[in-house]
């Protein structure tokens, strides 16, 4: 039973757009919702993380919306750039043990110039 | 300025021979994880650990067997190879404190034949 599903599995987006990338979770008590980003050959990075008390979250072009009702976040990369495109992790953990998460299937983002 | 160091970052095994990814981490975490990540899937939390002389089972943990003798370190070994162990295994560390951000390494790329 996959307990976080992600949306969708690639995305083609064209400079100066916004790419949108969608979570879904099922147990009520994750607490911590971290973005990951992954360049080919390397290892993901935190890119942005939100907690369940507030509803959004913004760091210079990317921003968590939180939906708690309906179990789902979402990521949305606004004038994204080729720079970003990568692979996009959603994940989802409980307590203080963050490295213990669930994590989504990825998504494949391109961002052509 | 290293950061999480994986040792070796390619192999290739043929079925049944046994071998040991080292992880290394200068940043003086107490947890510290391994995970597999495969084709178009999130990672997959193999073994983790919360402290020296400590490890716990993930998601994935058979056929894997997890050492933590001093807290820089975390070894993942192999005892039998299969071929349903070919992956990209990534380590990563992290503090049980706020902010809850973990860090990876670069991956091990292991091939089984």
């Known amino acids: 039973q996959q307990q976080v599903k992600q949306s969708p599995q690639s995305l083609i987006v064209q400079k100066g757009g916004i790419s949108i990338i969608n979570c879904a979770y099922e147990n009520t008590a994750f607490d911590y919702f971290p973005w990951y980003q992954q360049f080919p050959g390397k290892g993901p990075a935190l890119l942005i993380a939100i907690r369940p008390d507030v509803s959004e979250k913004k760091e210079g072009r990317f921003t968590i919306s939180f939906n708690k009702s309906a179990k789902q976040f979402s990521l949305h990369i606004m004038d994204s750039q080729p720079g970003d495109s990568a692979t996009y992790f959603c994940?989802?953990?409980?307590?203080?043990?963050?490295?213990?998460?669930?994590f989504g299937d990825g998504t494949t983002l391109t961002v052509k110039p | 300025n290293a950061g999480v160091t994986q040792t070796p970052k390619f192999r290739v095994l043929k079925t049944g021979q046994s071998m040991t990814l080292l992880c290394a981490q200068d940043?003086?975490?107490?947890?510290m994880y391994w995970y597999r990540q495969d084709p178009g899937m999130g990672l997959r939390l193999i073994h983790y650990?919360?402290?020296?002389?400590?490890?716990a089972k993930g998601e994935v943990p058979d056929g894997y067997n997890v050492s933590r003798l001093k807290k820089q370190n975390f070894l993942l070994g192999l005892e039998s190879a299969a071929p349903s162990q070919t992956s990209v295994y990534f380590c990563?560390?992290?503090?049980?404190?706020?902010?809850?951000?973990?860090?990876f390494g670069e991956g091990s790329w292991l091939t089984v034949v």
């Open positions: 650990s919360v402290g020296e002389g400590t490890t």
């Open positions: 990563a560390s992290g503090r049980p404190s706020s902010g809850n951000t973990i860090y």
């Open positions: 940043m003086n975490h107490e947890y």
């Open positions: 994940a989802a953990s409980i307590g203080t043990n963050a490295g213990k998460s669930t």
